[in-house]
């Protein structure tokens, strides 16, 4: 069983910038591909982006490159998410996702979840 716990999140405004950390209780945290997915009110659950067990793959939705990075630090038990120039647009719960997987870019492929954390960007 892994448990995933995001914090980070918060109010911004539009330009502004959060990192989002997920913490993970389990002991083979380099044995998961992580990724963050984010889900909008009224709007599916969308993929933001993902990282291989190394960290040396990364993936992310096409809205959110060249804003947004993930990393992973396998030693602290711990994935991020730094976003910059954020948009109204990204206003959305984002969540922390682990996954048996090469590449984590679909929910289906998703083993386990975070709660969940709310960050919003106003104009």
């Known amino acids: 069983q892994v448990q995933l716990v995001e914090s980070g999140g918060g109010l911004v405004q539009a330009g502004g910038s959060l990192r989002l950390s997920c913490a993970a209780s389990?002991?083979?945290?380099?044995?998961?591909?992580m990724g963050w997915f984010r889900q909008a009110p009224g709007k599916e659950r969308e993929f933001v982006a993902g990282?291989?067990?190394?960290?040396?793959?990364?993936d992310y939705a096409d809205s959110v490159k060249g804003r947004f990075a993930i990393s992973r630090d396998n030693a602290k038990n711990t994935v991020y998410l730094q976003m910059n120039s954020l948009k109204p647009e990204d206003t959305a719960s984002y969540y922390c996702a682990a996954g048996i997987v090469l590449k984590l870019v679909l929910s289906t492929e998703v083993s386990y979840w975070g709660q969940g954390t709310q960050v919003t960007v106003s104009p």
């Open positions: 389990v002991r083979t945290f380099s044995r998961y591909t």
């Open positions: 990282i291989s067990r190394s960290g040396g793959s990364k």
